[in-house]
């Protein structure tokens, strides 16, 4: 064998020390994945703070999370910061049955309702009107989301559609429909890229559609059953809301990447509908026992 380049083996290495040096060291060992989070679940709001079927759970820009009172007709927020709950839209006429929310970057708010088939606009100083409607072509108008340049996504259940709405557009964009993998779509949130995740309720799985308008199943009927909502956290994971009858309401924690990471169990009355997911970690979720036997929000607190 040849010699050891004493230049680079100026300790007389053997030609084995030589081969390992010129492959580099050996890679290091998978990392052990971390262990599981221990979760505390908990009551945190009931009927006696003001709760009237709650739905629409939606985390501001400014960290509160909105609460649609399906049965009131109003609109409640909850300031995490001092976990307190207080109406800040009052019912008013149209608005009888307010189903999911969502915040703009003006601070205007926009709320759906299922008893007349709209969206509505609410200004900061309260002003109020129909934004979108049946006149332009809604059907049964749910899940909402705003893009920074004031763009309005609905996902409409009844027209089986994810419609965008463009400021001062004539008519929207069809983004996705029965032959782009929409079903029912019932919950949606905008990713900070631009990608918008829909939950199908009834047919379950999670439809995604990107920034560029490719529409793909992020998760499937098989991994999601009956995922009412979904939150997307401050650090872009995504939370949502299952009412599984096989394994109880349960919170599901999903990477962008389409890995599961952990699901927690919420033994809250009925069904689980909305999930917030909060700045400092937590994650809220709404449940509704028909016929009005119970209104509750639960909190899940990482120990």
């Known amino acids: 064998p040849p010699e050891p380049d004493a230049a680079r083996c100026p ?3 053997t030609p084995v020390d030589a081969a390992v040096d010129a492959a580099g060291p050996p890679p290091e060992p998978d990392a052990a994945p971390p262990p599981p989070r221990v979760w505390a679940v908990r009551r945190l ?16 820009a400014d960290g509160r999370v909105l609460v649609a009172n399906q049965v009131t007709g109003d609109v409640q927020v909850i300031d995490p910061a001092t976990d307190t709950v207080s109406t800040l839209i009052p019912a008013f006429p149209g608005l009888r049955k307010p189903e999911e929310t969502a915040d703009g970057p003006g601070g205007e708010i926009y709320v759906s309702d299922n008893a007349s088939f709209s969206v509505y606009r609410i200004a900061p100083d309260g002003t109020h009107g129909v934004a979108v409607g049946p006149a332009n072509g809604l059907v049964e108008p749910k899940g909402l989301a705003v893009g920074p340049e004031g763009t309005l996504y609905v996902a409409d259940e009844g027209a089986r559609r994810v419609l965008a709405f463009a400021p001062g557009a004539e008519a929207p964009v069809v983004l996705a429909d029965p032959a782009r993998g929409a079903s029912s779509p019932e919950s949606l949130q905008r990713a900070a890229d631009g990608t918008l995740y829909v939950t199908d309720d009834h047919a379950g799985g999670v439809l995604r559609i990107a920034s560029d308008g490719a529409v793909d199943a992020f998760l499937t009927a098989d991994e999601v059953r009956w995922a009412d909502a979904v939150s997307i956290a401050p ?14 309401p349960r919170l599901l924690h999903y990477t962008p990447a389409g890995h599961l990471v952990e699901t927690i169990a919420v033994p809250g009355p009925g069904r689980m509908l909305g999930v917030a997911a909060l700045a400092d970690g937590r994650v809220l979720s709404a449940f509704y026992q028909a016929p009005y036997v119970a209104s509750e929000i639960w909190v899940a607190e990482p120990r």
């Open 45 to 60: 709001f009931t009927a006696d703070d003001g709760l009237a079927a709650p739905d629409g759970l939606h985390r501001m």
């Open 235 to 248: 650090d872009g994971d995504l939370w949502f809301s299952e009412a599984n009858p096989d394994t109880g």
């Open 11 to 13: 300790d007389a290495c």
